[in-house]
């Protein structure tokens, strides 16, 4: 009998353990807010982008990331109206009628990078794409990501591009590297300088292409062998500047500097750092420091 006992004991432990260790994703679409704007739009005098952001920024801001790490920049990220109605309508139209496809490509992502790192709550919030990103999201294969902290992502879509699925799954593997990051790493950070950005880019592509090698990626080839030296004359004495505004121009480009140069740059540092040793635990690459895999890059001070 008491071994009975002591068996039930230890499979109802087994389950518990088991459950508890299963991570809880969620995929949340956020259309509705989307479909109010876009009913009010023609039945109000308030104009378009007043009109967006009661409707669509502020509430989705306040209900889903007033409590997230990176809330400042999801806020600005969120300003960011579409105006092009019929575009909107389109988009949201794609995202429903592929609304299963989409929360099972998600799904699967995140399992898969659940084998390399582990995260136990993570959300993905899905968006249509801005009308007013339509042509870079045709560049980008329809997806936009943008991690809001270590608990959440929001992904911008357009089912219309062709590959969609595919840059979906990737950029749910990108985000993933850098929610990852943010749980390990974000309480500890004191600064954050050009050589992080470049770092923290580079490292969720270098992650992505590990779960899908395939996928061509033209942020990350966007510059010849030639410019990327270039681009690293120009941006090793500014390694340590910590103005997001120049960090921006350097990541997506400018009249100084070449669009998704940074991206490529960040890449290229990572993954000639990483791919030296590829039996190292990803858990413990993932949490190497911006300085170490610069030194261990072919880029050198």
């Known amino acids: 009998m008491k071994n009975l006992i002591l068996f039930i004991v230890f499979i109802i432990l087994s ?12 995929v949340v679409f ?8 876009i009913s009010l739009s023609s039945q109000t005098e308030q104009d378009l982008k007043t009109l967006y952001l009661d409707k669509v920024r502020t509430p989705i801001f306040q209900k889903f990331f007033m409590q997230s790490e990176y809330a400042s920049f999801i806020y600005e990220d969120l300003a960011r109206p579409s105006l092009n109605i019929e575009h909107l309508s389109n988009t949201i139209e794609g995202i429903t009628t592929n609304r299963k496809e989409i929360e099972k490509q998600i799904l699967t992502a995140l399992k898969n990078c659940n084998t390399l790192l582990q995260i136990d709550e993570l959300t993905i919030y899905v968006q249509p794409v801005s009308s007013e990103l339509k042509m870079m999201a045709e560049t980008m294969g329809g997806v936009f990501g943008f991690t809001a902290g270590s608990k959440q992502v929001l992904i911008s879509l357009d089912t219309s591009v062709n590959g969609w699925q595919e840059m979906l799954s990737y950029a749910i593997a990108h985000e993933y590297n850098h929610a990852y990051w943010t749980q390990e790493n974000f309480a500890k950070l004191k600064q954050w300088t050009l050589l992080d950005y470049l770092v923290f880019e580079g490292r969720g592509d270098y992650f992505a292409k590990l779960l899908y090698p395939k996928i061509k990626t033209p942020w990350t080839m966007a510059l010849s062998d030639q410019n990327k030296n270039d681009l690293w004359t120009m941006l090793s004495s500014q390694l340590q500047n910590q103005d997001f505004s120049f960090h921006a121009e350097v990541m997506f480009g400018s009249q100084k500097f070449p669009a998704w140069g940074g991206y490529s740059l960040g890449y290229e540092i990572v993954q000639s750092s990483l791919s030296k040793d590829k039996s190292i635990d990803p858990k413990v690459w993932a949490n190497f420091s911006s300085q170490k895999i610069l030194s261990g890059s072919k880029y050198q001070l």
Do not use: G, R, V
Not at 15 to 26: D, F, G, V
Not at 30 to 37: I, M, V
């Open 15 to 26: 389950i518990t353990k088991t459950i508890a260790q299963k991570p809880n994703y969620n």
């Open 30 to 37: 956020l259309e509705e807010y989307y479909n109010e704007y």
